[in-house]
């Protein structure tokens, strides 16, 4: 299914500076999401899940933020350096579903120096 | 450890060829996956093995054959390819099946001439 997709598939961001990645979801029963890291030439790289009976969660720099009414999830980077220009996915799992992750299309983020 | 290795890292072949993609965890993960990626799309899955049993085949074509000869191998066989088949073919492997965090390899950059 399409049911995860993302705001902006492109994000430009100075060095120093927060990013923010957004995705909307489209199935209410989804109850797990996760984060990828997509760097060019390798596989996605795990970064942080939340599952649906929380609000938020934090890594280190990076932060995740669910919001369940308006079927929304944000992945927050603080201080963003270079090392973090990648595409970055989101992945939904359906409770009671296949199991299977469902990814979105997924966000460029370009961190200029 | 979270190493999933792929091999090779590269492959082309022509429409006749019979080949094969590899993958490997040694991290006593039950469930194995194969994914499809596209250029500038998300992963798609292509095969779920949970406790070395085909679990999901997502309608794929029987040009790709998976196989799992143990819990720590996946292999993608591969014949009569089409043009259209060339993409990254990512490997990922969790504790099992539905215990949601994936562990992606490198992939293989397959080209089909």
């Known amino acids: 299914g399409e049911s995860v997709g993302l705001h902006l598939p492109t994000l430009s961001v100075q060095e120093g500076d927060n990013s923010i990645i957004n995705c909307a979801y489209s199935?209410?029963?989804?109850?797990?999401f996760i984060w990828y890291k997509q760097e060019s030439g390798k596989g996605p790289q795990f970064i942080i899940d939340?599952?649906?009976?929380?609000d938020k969660r934090q890594g280190q720099r990076v932060t995740v933020l669910l919001n369940k009414t308006v079927k929304h999830l944000s992945l927050q980077i603080a201080a963003t350096q270079p090392g973090d220009s990648a595409v970055y996915f989101c992945?939904?799992?359906?409770?009671?579903?296949?199991?299977?992750?469902?990814f979105g299309k997924g966000t460029k983020l370009t961190v200029n120096p | 450890d979270t190493e999933v290795t792929q091999t090779p890292k590269h492959l082309v072949m022509g429409m006749t060829n019979k080949k094969s993609l590899k993958c490997e965890q040694h991290?006593?993960?039950?469930?194995m996956y194969w994914y499809k990626q596209k250029a500038k799309k998300p992963p798609e899955l292509m095969f779920v093995?949970?406790?070395?049993?085909?679990?999901i085949n997502e309608s794929v074509p029987s040009r790709f054959s998976p196989e799992c000869p143990n819990s720590s191998l996946l292999n993608l066989h591969l014949h009569a390819l089409q043009p259209e088949d060339s993409a990254l073919y990512l490997c990922?492997?969790?504790?099992?099946?539905?215990?949601?965090?994936?562990?992606f390899g490198a992939g293989t950059r397959l080209s089909v001439l």
């Open positions: 990922a492997s969790s504790q099992a099946f539905g215990k949601n965090i994936q562990y």
């Open positions: 199935n209410s029963a989804s109850d797990y």
């Open positions: 939340i599952r649906s009976n929380m």
């Open positions: 992945a939904e799992k359906v409770q009671g579903g296949s199991e299977k992750l469902v």
């Open positions: 991290m006593g993960h039950r469930a």
């Open positions: 093995y949970s406790y070395e049993k085909l679990s």
